[in-house]
């Protein structure tokens, strides 16, 4: 099991940003695919972003443009830098790897965008 430990979370301000870090265990991380969720109060966790052990990314349409991920293999860590951040945006951010028959999640850090 792939253990992944999220940080970076917290409150931030409309338009403001946030960095968020996973960093994950184990010598085959370069392999993993990587994602973050999130899943806000009374809602279905739905995937946020993504990017393949090839480095490509996926967004989903609501972030697109204002969200970036990114990973590390040197420090087996994939950040998600999060600008022109909105009140919707506020969740539960969740990391989770996926390699073969194993697919792995973080405790979750809270988002929350208020003014």
């Known amino acids: 099991q792939v253990q992944l430990l999220e940080s970076g979370g917290g409150l931030a301000q409309p338009g403001g940003s946030l960095r968020l870090s996973c960093a994950a265990s184990g010598s085959r991380f370069r392999f993993y695919a990587m994602g973050w969720y999130r899943q806000a109060p009374g809602k279905q966790r739905e995937l946020v972003a993504s990017?393949?052990?090839?480095?490509?990314?996926n967004y989903a349409d609501s972030v697109k443009g204002r969200f970036t991920m990114s990973r590390d293999n040197t420090k087996n860590t994939v950040y998600l830098q999060m600008n022109s951040l909105k009140p919707e945006d506020t969740a539960v951010y969740y990391c989770?790897?996926?390699?073969?028959?194993?697919?792995?999640w973080g405790q979750g850090t809270q988002v929350t965008i208020s003014s």
């Open positions: 989770n790897a996926k390699f073969g028959m194993n697919d792995s």
């Open positions: 990017i393949a052990s090839d480095a490509s990314t």
